[in-house]
């Protein structure tokens, strides 16, 4: 992002703001953006830290010294002293005590230019892929597609490791704006508001005795017994169950399904497209279902699979496809085969979106089976 930023303009402004956090005054948040724009011009990396109110070991930690000279920052901005990665438990306490340090919010300000500098003095490997990766990118509907063989090379590590606990010039605004981590269930139990039992019940949940938990279902009706103090959360392709102090410890269960080369570790059952979307049903050796809507005016890519044969059943709306040489126009309650190795597309020339159920067969039902003839929406 810095370095498309500064082929417009080299001293744009980057805000760099996780996407799943809460910040409930969001007044309070404007001024800090505020305070940390001014300290940013000059070319310091702004961190924004969170006034601690609890001993938290799952957060890192940003140490200054408020009676320090401010070196030239405006008011509300401080020179970092040190990086304290996440403590544990009497760390924490010490820290809290202690006074001066701030949890890390994940949250920057900085010159496009500036952090560029610095992935030039610490990681220029890790920059280098970036620029080959910004050069050989493609724009694809409102989505500019990096190159994918070059952003493959790209070392890993965060943005904390890499530059901002060894740059040359770091801030930090403290700042009390509500803020909160949505990084695991217990958070969103925080949140979340909780009946007399302090539970956080979500979907078609049927609780007896159960105390202090969050139990999220998406899909069907999830029981609970007898239980305290537990995360129980199921979605339409798995179940997680865990004491709610161990629910953070879910990352353990990610990279094991990673390991495993799992689809439920990367992929959720329901997969937007631009002219619409699709969502696993059922699937075994063999054979796959799905439900697939057509937005009003949508039309898929006419392709062709090498490996497995479509049946469409039009629950409702108006379907259009395109089989071979054919066309033909199906409604509510008609259905069509389409035989494997016959080229053929769908689409809704309707007003409504169309509503289908679409049973894969063949040998082969990877998403990669696919030949592509052309495409409405210019994907690359």
Same mark, same amino acid.
């Given at each position: 992002?810095?370095?498309?930023?500064?082929?417009?303009?080299?001293?744009?402004?980057?805000?760099?703001?996780?996407?799943?956090?809460?910040?409930?005054?969001?007044?309070?948040?404007?001024?800090?953006?505020?305070?940390?724009?001014?300290?940013?011009?000059?070319?310091?990396?702004?961190?924004?830290?969170?006034?601690?109110?609890?001993?938290?070991?799952?957060?890192?930690?940003?140490?200054?010294?408020?009676?320090?000279?401010?070196?030239?920052?405006?008011?509300?901005?401080?020179?970092?002293?040190?990086?304290?990665?996440?403590?544990?438990?009497?760390?924490?306490?010490?820290?809290?005590?202690?006074?001066?340090?701030?949890?890390?919010?994940?949250?920057?300000?900085?010159?496009?230019?500036?952090?560029?500098?610095?992935?030039?003095?610490?990681?220029?490997?890790?920059?280098?892929?970036?620029?080959?990766?910004?050069?050989?990118?493609?724009?694809?509907?409102?989505?500019?597609?990096?190159?994918?063989?070059?952003?493959?090379?790209?070392?890993?590590?965060?943005?904390?490791?890499?530059?901002?606990?060894?740059?040359?010039?770091?801030? +930090? #605004?403290?700042?009390?704006?509500?803020?909160?981590?949505? &990084?695991?269930?217990?958070?969103?139990?925080? %949140? @979340? /508001?909780?009946?007399?039992?302090?539970?956080?019940?979500?979907?078609?949940?049927?609780?007896?005795?159960?105390?202090?938990?969050?139990?999220?279902?998406?899909?069907?009706?999830?029981?609970?017994?007898?239980?305290?103090?537990?995360?129980?959360?199921?979605?339409?392709?798995?179940?997680?169950?865990?004491?709610?102090?161990?629910?953070?410890?879910?990352?353990?269960?990610?990279?094991?399904?990673?390991?495993?080369?799992?689809?439920?570790?990367?992929?959720?059952?329901?997969?937007?497209?631009?002219?619409?979307?699709?969502?696993?049903?059922?699937?075994?050796?063999?054979?796959?279902?799905?439900?697939?809507?057509?937005?009003?005016?949508?039309?898929?890519?006419?392709?062709?699979?090498?490996?497995?044969?479509?049946?469409? +059943? #039009?629950?409702?709306?108006?379907?259009?496809?395109?089989? &071979?040489?054919?066309?033909?126009?199906?409604? %509510? @309650? /008609?259905?069509?085969?389409?035989?494997?190795?016959?080229?053929?597309?769908?689409?809704?020339?309707?007003?409504?979106?169309?509503?289908?159920?679409?049973?894969?067969?063949?040998?082969?039902?990877?998403?990669?089976?696919?030949?592509?003839?052309?495409?409405?929406?210019?994907?690359?």
């Amino acid at each position: 992002a810095a370095l498309v930023a500064a082929g417009v303009d080299p001293e744009t402004c980057l805000l760099l703001a996780p996407s799943d956090h809460v910040v409930r005054d969001t007044g309070a948040f404007h001024r800090t953006v505020g305070i940390a724009r001014e300290a940013a011009l000059d070319g310091t990396l702004v961190t924004f830290g969170i006034t601690s109110d609890r001993p938290e070991t799952g957060y890192g930690y940003r140490r200054f010294d408020k009676a320090a000279t401010t070196g030239g920052l405006p008011d509300g901005a401080y020179r970092v002293e040190r990086f304290i990665e996440k403590p544990d438990a009497a760390a924490a306490a010490a820290l809290l005590a202690a006074g001066g340090a701030l949890w890390n919010s994940g949250m920057f300000l900085f010159r496009a230019d500036a952090l560029i500098e610095e992935f030039e003095r610490l990681a220029p490997a890790m920059l280098d892929a970036c620029r080959r990766a910004v050069a050989g990118a493609t724009q694809d509907l409102d989505f500019l597609r990096l190159d994918g063989v070059a952003f493959g090379e790209c070392p890993a590590g965060s943005i904390d490791y890499t530059v901002m606990e060894k740059a040359s010039r770091v801030a +930090v #605004v403290p700042v009390d704006m509500g803020w909160n981590d949505i &990084g695991s269930w217990q958070a969103l139990w925080q %949140e @979340n /508001e909780k009946d007399s039992d302090g539970n956080v019940l979500i979907g078609d949940v049927l609780a007896h005795d159960v105390k202090r938990s969050y139990v999220r279902a998406e899909r069907r009706l999830v029981a609970v017994l007898g239980l305290a103090d537990v995360v129980v959360v199921t979605t339409d392709d798995a179940v997680f169950a865990a004491p709610m102090d161990r629910a953070p410890d879910v990352r353990a269960i990610v990279d094991r399904l990673n390991r495993a080369g799992r689809a439920e570790a990367t992929a959720l059952s329901k997969v937007y497209r631009p002219w619409g979307y699709y969502q696993s049903v059922d699937a075994d050796d063999r054979f796959q279902v799905k439900r697939i809507v057509v937005k009003p005016g949508g039309r898929l890519l006419l392709q062709m699979h090498r490996h497995r044969a479509e049946h469409w +059943v #039009v629950v409702s709306g108006t379907a259009e496809v395109t089989r &071979g040489e054919e066309t033909l126009m199906l409604t %509510e @309650n /008609e259905s069509i085969y389409v035989p494997l190795g016959t080229t053929h597309r769908l689409a809704n020339p309707g007003k409504i979106p169309l509503h289908l159920i679409g049973v894969q067969t063949g040998s082969y039902l990877g998403e990669d089976d696919i030949v592509r003839f052309d495409d409405t929406y210019g994907r690359t």
